[in-house]
């Protein structure tokens, strides 16, 4: 069983920028890839960023490409989302999610366990 809490969301202006924490609890965090998901009101969840077990590969989609970071500290059971250059369009609930496997992967069944998510708006 593994247990998922966000933090660091909240409002911001167009332009900043907010690092989201995801601290686990529970065993085989260190051998899960980790994903960030977000959705938006009317939106399907739709995969952010994604990283392997050892945190030496990461993927990120590409509409916040150049933008946001994700990464990982496998002693302190935390990834991180950190997040530049934030746009309106950006706002949206975020979820941390341990992935099934070791490896990155966009597919939400893929991930089995998801934290509560954290609000991130964006103002204009």
């Known amino acids: 069983q593994v247990q998922l809490v966000e933090s660091g969301g909240g409002l911001v202006q167009a332009g900043g920028s907010l690092r989201l924490s995801c601290a686990a609890s529970?065993?085989?965090?260190?051998?899960?890839?980790m994903g960030w998901f977000r959705q938006a009101p009317g939106k399907e969840r739709e995969f952010v960023a994604g990283?392997?077990?050892?945190?030496?590969?990461?993927r990120t989609a590409d509409s916040v490409k150049g933008r946001f970071t994700v990464s990982r500290d496998n002693a302190k059971n935390t990834n991180y989302l950190q997040m530049n250059s934030l746009k309106p369009e950006d706002t949206a609930v975020y979820y941390c999610a341990a992935s099934k496997i070791m490896v990155i992967t966009t597919t939400p069944s893929m991930y089995g366990y998801w934290g509560q998510g954290t609000q991130v708006t964006v103002s204009s």
């Open positions: 529970g065993r085989a965090f260190s051998t899960s890839a």
């Open positions: 990283i392997n077990w050892t945190g030496g590969s990461t």
